[in-house]
């Protein structure tokens, strides 16, 4: 089992910059791709950006393409730290991001929800205009 916790989110200005964390443990060594979605009031959650075990696959949205960056540090065989470094940031991107891990497919990143196993609780981000 993983558990996955974020931390990281606040209040920003539009153009401004936030670094989000996830991080994710386990009891046992295991591989895992971690992915970022969000979900903003009153619409449904959306795929962001998510990245395979290694580092060396990752994927975008194309609404944060060229402004959010994803990475990793495998540090430790039981915990990992997932970062969602943004930038230029605009008020639609205000929602709750939350990270998720899929055990299944830890080389191949996938943009579908239904696809990940453990979610964290999720950190609020808010961007003022």
């Known amino acids: 089992q993983l558990v996955l916790v974020e931390s990281g989110g606040g209040l920003v200005q539009a153009g401004g910059s936030l670094r989000l964390s996830c991080t994710v443990s386990?009891?046992?060594?295991?591989?895992?791709?971690v992915a970022w979605f969000r979900q903003a009031p009153g619409k449904e959650r959306e795929f962001v950006a998510a990245?395979?075990?290694?580092?060396?696959?990752?994927?975008?949205?194309d609404s944060v393409k060229g402004r959010f960056t994803i990475s990793r540090e495998n540090a430790k065989n039981t915990e990992n730290t997932v970062y969602l470094e943004m930038t230029n940031l605009k008020a639609e991107d205000t929602a709750v991001y939350y990270c998720?891990?899929?055990?299944?497919?830890?080389?191949?990143?996938?943009?579908?929800?239904?696809?990940?196993?453990?979610w964290g609780q999720g950190t609020q981000v808010t961007v003022s205009s």
């Open positions: 998720a891990a899929d055990i299944h497919r830890p080389w191949m990143p996938t943009i579908t929800a239904d696809d990940y196993d453990y």
């Open positions: 990245i395979n075990y290694s580092g060396s696959s990752t994927d975008y949205s």
């Open positions: 386990r009891h046992t060594f295991g591989t895992y791709t």
